[in-house]
DNA sequence: TCCCTTGTCTAGCGGTGCTAGGATCCAGTC
DNA sequence: GACTGGATCCTAGCACCGCTAGACAAGGGA
């Protein structure tokens, strides 16, 4: 039993460590750059062991995706929790998404704009996924205004996020006057 | 005189050609069917005459991308021309906008997703590129509000309507509630 | 000690973007 | 009208891609 263990265990690291490597990798050189044959020889296996642990390529995205929709939780929640008042927290919530973009762009595209294989908006969901959105949900929830459904809100206010984070980053926006754009997001979308 | 001219002439249509079946082809099966192969059998000439247009695909996306500027630009001016009001003309100009992108995804990419090698926001940036942005500025400096730099709020309205656009189409929001979306976006971003 | 499962690798398939170099065609010249 | 030189186009091939079949070795259980 205890080899099984132990052999489970192992595997399971290089699971991890597969995810880790394509995730440096896109982020030093970009997704184009993360090809199973590079990969594999980052974490000297041959490229077949790739697919033991994956269906393919997508699915090493889709698994990028859901650890960085994790951190993106854990981000949003530090930023808005150190803030005072619903203005406060909504400023800091639009930059600390805009942040997480700008400093992971890789991962940022594994999650919304490559195919990953994940279903978003659904009952299967992946938890992290769902947590991610709950987490813009919380702090957007007292700014909504009346009547208006807080989902449709927050889905309207991070199409706004992610339009400014996507434009900027494919060089459509300039990147200078960013702080501007999002106060007036924040300062027009939100009821206070 | 009259040979050359005529040669110009079936370059010049061969040309349009390429572009046209490039973006007939991603339109039907995506852009990651647009392989330079598929698209030299589609014209009937062999793959290096591509190469004697275009220095390669990159810039027969940002061909395609040129083309689906200027038409944007006459849907919006389209639309806009035909409402009362201010209220109305924004709320035109966003359905417009975003029936465009729905209507033609792989245009739409060529001009916001993929690189094309073009340069946005710039003092070289091609005049369709540069119409398409005036098209949308012309209708929202009359709802950006007092003190705020019109394009400055052309491009947060743009980003959070290019949000919408493709978050919806990577099934990242559900298609339903668009409409309301958009009332939400157009009744809270613009000043009237 | 032997067998058989499990794990891994080598080699290869059909595809990609792109290009070197040779063949062909035809306008302009004698 | 024959010749020639340049423009034009195609065949063939490069290095790479995602992915997989099948050979091979290693190691636990009988």
Do not use: C
């Not at 080899?3 to 991890?16: C, G, L």
């Amino acid at each position: 039993m205890s080899v099984q263990e132990r052999k489970q265990r192992e595997r399971a690291n290089r699971e991890r460590l597969i995810v880790a490597t394509a995730r440096e990798l896109a982020e030093q050189q970009g997704w184009d750059a993360v090809t199973t044959r590079r990969l594999a020889e980052r974490i000297e296996y041959s490229q077949p062991v790739l697919y033991s642990h994956f269906r393919g390529k997508r699915e090493i995205i889709g698994a990028v995706a859901l650890e960085g929709a994790a951190e993106m939780a854990v981000a949003l929640r530090a930023a808005t929790a150190a803030a005072d008042g619903p203005r406060a927290r909504v400023a800091a919530l639009a930059r600390a998404y805009l942040d997480f973009a700008e400093r992971n762009p890789a991962v940022y595209d594994a999650m919304f704009q490559l195919d990953g294989g994940l279903a978003f908006a659904r009952e299967d969901t992946p938890e992290p996924l769902k947590d991610a959105f709950s987490a813009l949900l919380e702090t957007l929830v007292e700014v909504a205004g009346d009547g208006v459904h807080p989902g449709l809100f927050t889905e309207t206010f991070w199409a706004a996020l992610h339009g400014l984070a996507t434009l900027t980053r494919a060089r459509r926006l300039p990147p200078e006057h960013t702080e501007h754009r999002i106060e007036l997001l924040v300062d027009r979308l939100a009821v206070l």
